[in-house]
Nanobody, 123 residues
Framework: QVQLVESGGGLVQAGGSLRLSCAAS????????MGWYRQVLGKQRELVAV???????TYADSVKGRFTISRDNAKNTVYLQMNSLEPEDTAVYYC?????????????????WGQGTQVTVSS
């Protein structure tokens, strides 16, 4: 099993910045893609940014130029630097990871989610 733990959420004024972190822990695993999603109450969870196993990065149009996703593979951690925050960015932010688990000489791939961290941007 793998656990993802997010941190860094909070309350910030419009125009401000926050940095989210998501650390993966467990045994005998390899992380492929890692990314960030967000969800507003009553709406579907939406992609914010993803960092693929090959290093490619994809951003939602609404955050391009303001958010930056990065990874520290040695620490199994993904970050989301959020600048020029807007009230519309207010949501619960979730980290996810596509992880290969190695067990008994074989491996399988699964998707894991963090518990979420609240980001609130005041106007």
């Amino acid at each position: 099993q793998v656990q993802l733990v997010e941190s860094g959420g909070g309350l910030v004024q419009a125009g401000g910045s926050l940095r989210l972190s998501c650390a993966a822990s467990g045994r005998d695993f390899r992380i492929n893609a890692m990314g960030w999603y967000r969800q507003v109450l009553g709406k579907q969870r939406e992609l914010v940014a993803v960092n693929s196993s090959g290093g490619g990065v994809t951003y939602a149009d609404s955050v391009k130029g303001r958010f930056t996703i990065s990874r520290d593979n040695a620490k199994n951690t993904v970050y989301l630097q959020m600048n020029s925050l807007e009230p519309e960015d207010t949501a619960v932010y979730y980290c996810n990871a596509v992880v290969t688990i190695y067990s008994g000489g074989s491996g399988y791939t699964d998707l894991y989610w963090g518990q979420g961290t609240q980001v609130t941007v005041s106007s």
